[in-house]
């Protein structure tokens, strides 16, 4: 059975870094039924995280179901799904029974810090930069495959013979959306494939000289296609559904905040903090920091780069502040604890509980909470803790400002902190440019259901999903120019009491925020 022509609604999946969703949309991009369920964080170690990606894949097709059932809809209700996804988790399987090697190693996970140092030889972290936009860091893909292939027994050897895969979560579940050991489609799209530090941005291919200096076989590797196709057809809830897109989530986020233009830009506030601006056609080496990312490529278009940078924790944060030192009992709380101060009292947190990214990727720094005294109450913590996000925005706008020569004009936001007024309007202060939240705040669902409807022809085109983008809400800044400048210098001098907390040679970074 094939998907009809005449379904009137798109499917997304959006497994994230600590659930999984199946949100149906409709023709005008709006919601119809969504279905969430959440799946275990593994801590084995400090700095190490990982998920069971055969229970993730239960997950899915759990809230695939779910999803269909709130709808009252089948499978012949639904014209194509689309597929989101947490981005450098890695997942390696056996070709012929489909069961996950070992557990997925998450992309918060620091183990491999000692090999990527080892492996920028006298380099250092920019020994891969020029062909893959990234440095070597403990975040990407290609490090966390070679760990398993060096720790797991016997696995170099199966798979250099062919008989493991690898994966991040979109290849993950393509493959087993379209059969599995029975004829499922090893693929991922130039988003995922360019999170890995294996892909070539020039010619968006696995880099075979690259591939063999970390020490990957190319034989696991997915083949990479564009974002918006199909892949295969669905078996199973979905049978005969197209299966017909898939993005990174933030790259999803940014196509369904329809940042289709250059210089256009969006920040998804989550378990951390992303930020990417659209740089057109153009590759942008980043001098500051930043990532150069593929943002999204439409069937045989011409693939469209982005500058990206990357926050470790922010949503995070407020869940520590919450479950580590019980401050406030649910993350909304925070903004009422917030709203009891005019201010931070003087004091500044900056979380960095697994090092610095962007735009520093600074491994050896730790979180600090500066400024206090006696004055400092838990409302001005609580202030201090929203403020690092908005802050921690700022120096990646300001890095993208650097690197690309695009002024900032407004940030399009979504995600789950962006319910937060009070640091909305912190962060339209700090930069000192609007900030506007959607109609619909499931961007990164979004994005992924529109990729999968233009590849099958339920929306005809980029204006028609432009002309879908309703701004909710919208705050616009109301700070002093020469507060906001005394309170970055501030900002500033907190983050240079980070750095240098870890010495290179203790191999156990503390625990990242998951």
Known sequence: MTASRTARHIAAIDQGTTSSRCILFDADGRIVAVEQQEHAQLFPQPGWVE??????????????????????????????????????????????????????????????????????????????????????????????????????????????????????????????????????????????????????????????????????PLAMLPEIRSSAEVYGEAVGDLAGVPVAAALGDQQAALFGQTCFAEGE???????????????????????????????????????????????????????????????????????????TVEDNGGAYVVPAFSGLFAPYWRSDARGVITGLTRYVTKGHLARAVLEATAWQTREVVDAMEKDSGVTLTALKVDGGMTSNNLLMQYIADVLDVPVERPYVAETTALGAAYAAGLAVGFWDGLETLRANWHRAA?????????????????????????????????????????
């Open 51 to 216: 998920h069971d990606a055969a229970e993730i894949w239960t997950r899915v097709r759990s809230v695939v179901r779910g999803a269909l059932e709130r709808a009252g809809l089948t499978a012949a209700d639904v014209r194509a799904v689309g597929i989101t996804n947490q981005r450098e988790t890695t997942v390696l399987w056996d070709r012929h029974t489909g069961v996950p090697v070992h557990h997925a190693i998450v992309w918060q996970d620091t183990r491999t810090e000692a090999l990527c140092r080892e492996l920028g030889r006298n380099v250092g972290q920019d020994r891969f930069r020029r062909e893959t936009g990234l440095p070597l860091a403990s975040y990407f893909a290609g490090p966390k495959i070679r760990w398993l292939l060096d720790h797991v027994e016997g696995l170099r050897e199966r798979a250099e013979a062919g008989d493991v895969l690898f994966g991040t979560m979109d290849s993950w579940l393509i493959w087993n959306l379209t059969g599995g050991v029975d004829g499922g489609r090893h693929v991922t799209d130039v988003t995922n494939a360019s999170r890995t530090l294996l892909m070539n941005l020039h010619t968006l291919e696995w880099d075979e000289r690259i591939a063999e200096s970390i020490g990957v």
């Open 265 to 339: 830009a969006k920040s998804t506030y989550g378990t951390g903090t992303f930020l990417l601006l659209n740089t057109g056609e153009k590759i942008v080496n980043s001098y500051h920091g930043l990532l150069t990312t593929v943002g999204f490529r439409i069937g045989d278009r011409p693939p469209v780069y982005a500058l990206e940078g990357s926050i470790a924790v922010t949503g995070s944060l407020v869940q520590w502040l919450r479950d580590q030192l019980g401050i406030i009992s649910t993350a909304a709380e925070i903004e009422t604890l917030a709203g």
């Open 474 to 514: 919208e705050w616009t800044p109301r700070m002093a120019a020469d507060t906001r400048e005394r309170e970055h210098r501030n900002w500033l001098k907190a983050v240079e009491r980070t750095m240098g907390w870890i010495d290179q040679d203790e191999q156990q970074p503390e625990q990242p925020g998951a």
